[in-house]
């Protein structure tokens, strides 16, 4: 039974990611290497064998070792719910804000050049400034930059309707304008996943205002490795479009499933370690504060889930050079400053090669290889030294 103290409702969807354990584990229990398959009957076979006499005790172990690890699972999430672990926040300057968005500066008092972060819009910008010691933002910081992180927020009522155009038009251009008023100086670009599409618009849209642009994760040959991948996503629009039909937003448990399938099991491993570790450790307090963060996504507007769907997955625009913001279209070879893509050797969400089209098809860029996942890039424990230290050389080269 789950017992509840604060208002934590991941892992989200909760029946979604029930369901795939489940699965997993029974087709684990009776058929030899299905997911997690392999692994389960390497332990009971340690321990009895594996001659046909002993098929029906291996089955039974397999069983056993299946409802082991559902209650394993069960018993994380429940940990996990009532864990009083609470992420510090934050005390940073609120500098511009219009509607629900919002630029935090975490070095008020600091001379030095500019960074703008922008994350996506389908997560909160919380994983760039995820804990002390976990924060790519006071890295910058106390590295001597400037840094500036866009928060997003839930998307306003007015802006239900809202193409990416807008989220350019009348968020980041006006922010980038206060911005130069404030420090008097061109700032450097960052995006992180989807924030490094709009970071890329706002580059080309003004390049006359920017030094440079930094894509962290940034998918763009969508198509890449798998068109039939990409088509299978594309095909999802008509039903996303249903669930925001009355709201005007595709809800955040609906997104979450596309994550999902990348790796179903993924919620079940991760939380029945979760349940074994010290609750008063580091690294429990690291897994709270990255799953309070996954599971705190703010609903997508209809017409940017859209655009994503259809016109990125589907049409593959941004890598075609088709893809259109503010009447321009948007392509790498525009982009006329120093230009920086990090790219995750082991990036599920936005696989690598989607990534470096980017690089491959720019005039002037450096191409970052990175030995970590999608987020560990940023928080992982090789984060510092596989992406920090690298992209602050990159940014002090462009500023000295």
Not at 221 to 232: Q, R
């Amino acid at each position: 039974m789950i017992t509840e103290t604060n208002d934590r409702q991941g892992p989200r969807p909760l029946a979604l990611h029930a369901f795939a354990a489940w699965r997993a584990y029974l087709l684990a229990a009776t058929i030899p290497n299905a997911p997690e398959g392999s692994d389960l009957e390497s332990i009971v076979i340690g321990k009895l064998g594996h001659s046909p006499n002993e098929r029906l005790a291996l089955t039974a172990a397999v069983l056993s070792e299946t409802c082991n690890r559902w209650s394993g699972f069960w018993s994380g999430v429940a940990k996990y719910r009532s864990h009083p672990f609470k992420r510090p926040s934050g005390d940073q300057q609120v500098v511009w804000q219009n509607g629900q968005t919002s630029i935090l500066d975490f070095a008020p008092e600091s001379k030095g050049s500019p960074i703008i972060a922008i994350p996506s819009l389908i997560n909160n910008a919380d994983v760039l400034d995820l804990l002390p010691g976990r924060s790519l933002m006071q890295a910058l910081a106390e590295a001597g930059f400037r840094p500036f992180l866009v928060s997003w927020g839930n998307p306003e009522t007015d802006a239900m309707d809202w193409p990416i155009d807008r989220y350019v038009e009348d968020r980041l251009i006006p922010s980038l304008t206060h911005i130069l008023e404030l420090t008097g100086k061109n700032p450097i670009l960052m995006g992180y996943c989807m924030g490094g599409l709009l970071a890329a618009a706002l580059a080309a849209i003004r390049p006359n205002e920017t030094k440079g642009l930094a894509l962290l994760a940034t998918p763009w040959n969508f198509h890449a490795p798998s068109p039939k991948v990409a088509a299978s996503i594309s095909d999802l629009s008509p039903w996303f479009a249903e669930a925001s039909a009355k709201s005007g937003s595709v809800p955040t448990d609906i997104i979450q499933t596309l994550f999902i399938a990348l790796d179903p099991t993924l919620a079940a491993r991760k939380f029945r370690h979760f349940s074994e570790l010290d609750q008063t450790s580091d690294e429990a307090q690291l897994f709270i504060a990255m799953e309070d963060w996954v599971n705190s996504g703010p609903d997508l507007a209809w017409p940017v889930a859209q655009t994503v769907l259809e016109d990125w997955y589907g049409s593959n625009l941004p890598h075609e050079g088709l893809w259109k913001v503010c009447d321009k279209v948007i392509k790498p070879s525009s982009i006329s400053g120093p230009i920086l893509v990090a790219s995750p050797s082991n990036d599920r969400i936005v696989p690598p090669t989607s990534s470096r089209a980017f690089a491959q098809s720019a005039n002037n860029a450096k191409l970052l290889d990175v030995q970590a996942g999608h987020v560990g890039m940023i928080v992982g424990s090789r984060s510092k030294t596989g992406l920090w230290s690298p992209l602050i050389e990159w940014l002090r080269q462009q500023t000295d």
